[in-house]
C-alpha cells in the first residue's frame, strides 16, 4: 500500500464554528443571540468556511511533497494498454490468386449518434491462399477400447473426379473416432476454408442433419501434447454430408505433420459422441468429389489509431528542447517507431528512446517521451563544478527538421468491444465482402492515475533498481503493466532433485497469460506466451537483474484434467441447466487464471484432489447427489484415470481438458 499521508489540520466547518461561538461569552457578553439569523453569525460562518479552504489547501502540501518524491524517484504514470481480438475477412468469392490485406487495415465498431467509433489495427499482413489439396485419408477407429488404431488408409486424389468413384468418409458400422483427414501443401493456419462436397443423398443415416455428430480440427505442434485443436464449423449445407453442399470451416494455426507417408498441414472430421443419445451415425456417408477454397482469412488486431510522420518543429540547437505529440496518450511504442531528425541538406537518421538521460553521453542520439501527456525531450546540459558544461545527450542541429516516424494512440477499456461489433472496413480492399470479430476484444485498460502510482512508489524504493528475490521479479513484471499478463511466478530450480540445494544464478519466471472468457474452456493455444511479451518482460528484467543471474521466461507446465461426473438432477430441477451449470463449475475449478480455492488461479504446485472437486460442485443448485467421479490426466491423446492425489511440481498448474456430464432423473424407489 502506498505511504500514509497524515491530516495536519482535521477540524471542520462545523468545529470552526462552534468554536467561534463559545469565545463569543469571553469576548463579547453582551452578544446573546447565537441564531443562524443573526447577522454576526453570517459573519462567523463566512469566515468558517474560508478557514476551512485554507486547511484543505494546507493539507495538499503532504500529497505534493510526495508527488515530487515520486517525481525524483522517476516514477512516471504507466501508459494505457490496448485491447486485442482477432478479425475474419470474408471474400466475397473464392479467388484463384493468393490476396494479401495489409498490415494496420483499420476495422471499427459502427458510429452511433452518442458513441465515436472504436478503431482497431490489423497486426501483420493476411495472405488469403487458394488451398492445395493434396491427400485424402480415412482412417477407422479401434473395435474396443485399449486396442491399437489402425492406421490411416490412402485414397489418390486422382479418382475424386472419375465417375462413380465413390468414398466411405467413415467406416461402416459407423465407431466414435473414425476420422476423415485432408492434407493441404500450403498453410491455411486461420483461414476461412471451403469444402465443396458431392455426396450420395441420405447415406449417413441416423443422424440430426441440424446437428451432426462430428469435429473438425486442425493439427497443430503443441507442448502439451493436445495436438488437434478444434475448428468452427460456420456453414453446413450437406446436412452431415447427407447431400451435395459447402462446408465452411474457420481453422486454428496449423503445423506440419507427416502422415501415411504425406508431409501437409492436415485437417480432420473426427466422429465424436452425440449430444442426443441415439443420432449417431448408422451407415458412413459417401462422396464422390470433394474441392476445397479459400473465402477468408482472420488476424490479430489492436485497438489503436496510427499517426505516421507527424511534424514537430524544428531544433533551435538550444539543450533540453521540449516538443509535444498532437495526440495523447501515446500507446507503448514498438519497432519503427521514434524521433527522425533531418540536419539541413542530409537525410533523416532515427533516434533512440531512452528512460532517463542518467546514462546518456554527448554524442548519444537520445530522447524521452512521457506517454501520458506526449511530451518529448532531449538531453539538456549541465553547468559542472569547474565551471564547464557537460551534455547528456546529443543536440538536434540548429535548423533540423524533426518528426515522429509513427506513434499509436488509444488502448483504454472503452476498447474491450463484444463479439460481433467490429464489422466496418475503414478502408476498401478489392474482394472483401465484410468484417467480423468473433471473440471479444480483452485487455484493454486507461491510463494509470496519480492515486495508484502512489501505491507503486514504495516498492519502487524497496527495489532501488535492482532484483534480488523472487517476490522482486514478480512485482517487476506486474509493473511492466503489459495487460497481457495475468500471472507471474519467479522459483528457482534446484541443483538436482528434490533434496538437493537451489540452482545458483538460475531463474525462472513463469507467466499465465491474460485470456478472454477465462472462466470456461481455455484452449492451449490461448496460454502460451506470445514471443514479442516474452521479449518484452526479458528487456525490462535485463535493467534489474544481477549480472550473474541467467533468467529464463517460460510457461508453466500444465496438467490438463478432464473430469467424468454423473448426478443425479433434484425433481424441480431441468436436467439441461443442472448438466451446464456443472459443467461450468468443473471449468471455472480447475483453471490456470481463476480456479482454485480462492478463485484467484489455481495455487502453483498445489495438489489435486478429488474432494476438491466434490466441495466445488457442492454450491450447483439442483444436484440431488453425485453418483460417480472419475478424474483423468489428458496428454495428447492419452488417458490415464487418476487415483487419488495428483501430485503437482511447484512449477505446475491445473487446466481443464474436455468434461463429460451426465445428468439423470433422481431414481425413485
Request: proline share 8%.
Amino acid at each position: 500500500m502506498g505511504l500514509v499521508t497524515r491530516n495536519l489540520d482535521d477540524r471542520t466547518f462545523q468545529d470552526i464554528v462552534d468554536e467561534a461561538k463559545k469565545r463569543i461569552a469571553a469576548n463579547c457578553p453582551e452578544w446573546t443571540d447565537h441564531n443562524v439569523s443573526d447577522p454576526g453569525i453570517t459573519i462567523v460562518e463566512l469566515f468558517a468556511w474560508m478557514t476551512e479552504m485554507i486547511l484543505y489547501r494546507m493539507n495538499q502540501v503532504p500529497e505534493k511533497n510526495y508527488i515530487k518524491f515520486m517525481e525524483l524517484l522517476g516514477l512516471k504514470l504507466r501508459e494505457p494498454e490496448p485491447a486485442r481480438t482477432q478479425v475474419t475477412f470474408y471474400l466475397s468469392a473464392p479467388q484463384a490468386q493468393p490476396l494479401t490485406i495489409p498490415v494496420h487495415t483499420e476495422v471499427a465498431t459502427v458510429r452511433t449518434e452518442t458513441r465515436a467509433s472504436v478503431i482497431f489495427n490489423t497486426d501483420a499482413d493476411l495472405v488469403v491462399r487458394p488451398p492445395a489439396l493434396a491427400a485424402l485419408l480415412t482412417r477407422r477407429a479401434p473395435e474396443r477400447p485399449g486396442d491399437k488404431a489402425p492406421g490411416p488408409e490412402e485414397h489418390g486424389l486422382q479418382y475424386l473426379g472419375a465417375p462413380g468413384f465413390e468414398l466411405a468418409v467413415f467406416g461402416d458400422p459407423t465407431r466414435v473416432d473414425d476420422s476423415l483427414y485432408l492434407g493441404f501443401e500450403n498453410d491455411l493456419s486461420r483461414h476461412v476454408l471451403g469444402l465443396e462436397i458431392t455426396c450420395q443423398v441420405a447415406t449417413g443415416l441416423g443422424i440430426d442433419p441440424a446437428n451432426p455428430p462430428w469435429q473438425w480440427e486442425g493439427w497443430q505442434e503443441v507442448d502439451n501434447g493436445q495436438n488437434w485443436q478444434p475448428a468452427v464449423v460456420e456453414l453446413d449445407e450437406t446436412g452431415g454430408m447427407n447431400q451435395s453442399g459447402l462446408i465452411r470451416l474457420r481453422l486454428p494455426h496449423l503445423s506440419l505433420r507427416e502422415l501415411a507417408g504425406h508431409r501437409a498441414y492436415w485437417v480432420r472430421c473426427r466422429v465424436v459422441e452425440p449430444l442426443v443419445s441415439g443420432t449417431n451415425y448408422e451407415r458412413s456417408p459417401r462422396i464422390t468429389r470433394i474441392a476445397a477454397n479459400s473465402w477468408g482469412g482472420t488476424v490479430p488486431a489492436t485497438h489503436a489509431s496510427i499517426f505516421r510522420q507527424e511534424t514537430l518543429g524544428r531544433s533551435d540547437g538550444s539543450p533540453g528542447q521540449v516538443f509535444r505529440l498532437q495526440s495523447t496518450p501515446v500507446l507503448r511504442r514498438v519497432k519503427g517507431e521514434t524521433v527522425e531528425i533531418r540536419p539541413p541538406g542530409q537525410d533523416w537518421e532515427p533516434w533512440i528512446e531512452v528512460p532517463d538521460f542518467g546514462d546518456s553521453g554527448p554524442f548519444d542520439r537520445h530522447f524521452t517521451l512521457d506517454s501520458a501527456t506526449g511530451e518529448l525531450r532531449f538531453g539538456p546540459a549541465l553547468r559542472l563544478p569547474d565551471g564547464s558544461a557537460r551534455s547528456y545527450g546529443a543536440l538536434p542541429p540548429r535548423g533540423a527538421e524533426i518528426r515522429f516516424s509513427a506513434y499509436r494512440h488509444g488502448g483504454g477499456l472503452i476498447g474491450n468491444v463484444q463479439a460481433g461489433t467490429l464489422t466496418i472496413l475503414k478502408t476498401s480492399i478489392p474482394y472483401i465482402d465484410r468484417v467480423y470479430n468473433h471473440t471479444d476484444a480483452y485487455g484493454g485498460r486507461d491510463a494509470e492515475t496519480i492515486e495508484l502510482a502512489q501505491l507503486r512508489a514504495p516498492h519502487m524504493l524497496r527495489i532501488r533498481g535492482r532484483a534480488v528475490t523472487a517476490s522482486d521479479y514478480e512485482a517487476l513484471t506486474e509493473e511492466l503493466a503489459d495487460a497481457r499478463v495475468q500471472r507471474a511466478r519467479c522459483i528457482q530450480p534446484s541443483a538436482g532433485g528434490e533434496n538437493q540445494g537451489p540452482l545458483a544464478g538460475q531463474i525462472y519466471l513463469l507467466l499465465v497469460p491474460r485470456v478472454p472468457r477465462p472462466e470456461g474452456r481455455i484452449p492451449a493455444e490461448n496460454l502460451r506466451i506470445p514471443e514479442d511479451l516474452r521479449e518484452a518482460v526479458r528487456r525490462h528484467l535485463d535493467d534489474y537483474r544481477l549480472l550473474t543471474v541467467r533468467l529464463n521466461i517460460r510457461e508453466p507446465e500444465y496438467f490438463w484434467v478432464s473430469a467424468e461426473v454423473s448426478v443425479a438432477a433434484a425433481p424441480s430441477a431441468d436436467p439441461q441447466r443442472v448438466r451446464a451449470d456443472v459443467e461450468s463449475r468443473l471449468y471455472a475449478f480447475l483453471n490456470p487464471v481463476v480456479g482454485g480455492i480462492a478463485g484467484d488461479g489455481w495455487s502453483f504446485g498445489r495438489s489435486l484432489y478429488p474432494s476438491d472437486v466434490y466441495t466445488s460442485l457442492q454450491g450447483v443448485r439442483g444436484i440431488e447427489y453425485i453418483e460417480t467421479l472419475k478424474l483423468y490426466l489428458v496428454r495428447g491423446g492419452d488417458r490415464s484415470e487418476i487415483s487419488g492425489r495428483l501430485a503437482i511440481p511447484a512449477h505446475g498448474l491445473i487446466a481443464s481438458a474436455e468434461h463429460r456430464v451426465n445428468v439423470h432423473p433422481v431414481a425413485t424407489e
